[in-house]
């Protein structure tokens, strides 16, 4: 137990409000999780079909499609691990008015898995857009140099370095040298996106600025306009992760204004970064022809 744990909430860490012994809590965490239950579903079910379509299709096993299946696999525990727990823990909560049986346990499993998931989805993310970046920059060098194997072993590499970073801040640095290390790499995961798009901007801007030659200017038109697509979609996902990831910063560093309202605020910003791993696949499907072509094809429409 942490000095941080507070042992009348059953050694629950001292920040977490305990939902109040009554009626109207207890419902409020049901709908909650009736709410939860079939995005759940939809977020592995809608997840695992864009990495299967890739799979199946050859024709879509590019780089950026390999990174893309990296970002769907992490959404796709989203919804068979992190949103499961999340659903277990609101629900034993409110137990431990009666019993600590199991809550430091069923607590310790939702926050690890939360932290590793979307951590990973960010992680995911941040190396997307050195991917576009590079391929807007250097659209003819980056067909040629990078392969789907690279790009694999970067995805396994990210996930890789990230459940380390995960199980290091939480099971065996300090505290507060873990709260200074997750500080550290959460503005990377801001930082790095950020640079990395302004790049894009400018590759984008040089490119219609530029007066290419004649012969080269359909083959590089047509990768550009491919590479810069892909650079717009993952622009898209990572505006709607913005979305629904400002709302649960904003609690929980507004906590000491928030009051009595911090319970059930926390609990619903939770979900709604839980939300984002069903969006993802949807703005897949809408935005790429190929993956929703190949993905209508798997599913026999």
């Known amino acids: 137990m942490t000095q941080s744990e507070n042992s009348s909430n059953c050694g629950l860490p001292y920040w977490l409000s305990i939902p109040s012994n009554d009626t109207t809590s207890f419902t409020t965490d049901v709908v909650l999780c009736a709410v939860n239950i079939p995005f759940c579903i939809f977020a592995f079910l809608g997840n695992l079909a864009v990495i299967l379509a890739v799979i199946k299709t050859p024709s879509l096993q590019r780089p950026c499609n390999i990174l893309l299946c990296s970002l769907a696999t992490t959404d796709c525990l989203t919804g068979l691990v992190a949103q499961p727990i999340f659903v277990a823990w609101r629900l034993m909560i409110h137990r431990i008015h009666e019993s600590c049986d199991y809550q430091v346990e069923l607590f310790e499993a939702y926050h690890v898995s939360h932290a590793a998931c979307v951590g990973w989805s960010l992680a995911n993310l941040t190396l997307i857009s050195f991917d576009r970046h590079y391929a807007l920059a250097k659209p003819l060098v980056y067909r040629t140099s990078v392969t789907n194997k690279e790009a ?9 370095v990230w459940l380390l970073l995960t199980i290091l801040m939480r099971f065996i640095l300090p505290e507060f040298t873990a709260f200074m ?3 550290a790499v959460g503005a990377c995961f ?3 996106p950020i640079m990395n798009h302004v790049g894009i ?3 984008i801007r040089r490119h219609n600025n530029q007066v290419i030659d004649a012969v080269a200017a359909q083959s590089a038109s047509i990768l550009f306009r491919r590479e810069k697509k892909a650079a717009i979609d993952m622009l898209i996902v990572i505006a709607v992760l913005l979305v629904f990831l400002v ?3 904003a609690v929980n560093l507004f906590q000491g204004f928030i009051g009595d309202k911090f319970e059930v605020l926390y609990a619903w910003s939770i979900v709604g970064t839980y939300l984002n791993s069903s969006i993802n696949p949807l703005i897949y499907l809408v935005r790429n022809n190929d993956i929703r072509s190949a993905v209508k094809s798997m599913m026999c429409f």
């Open 152 to 160: 694999a072993q970067a995805a396994t590499l990210t996930a890789t």
């Open 190 to 192: 801001v930082i790095l």
């Open 181 to 183: 290390l997750g500080l």
């Open 247 to 249: 709302p649960a910063i």
């Open 201 to 203: 901007f400018k590759a």
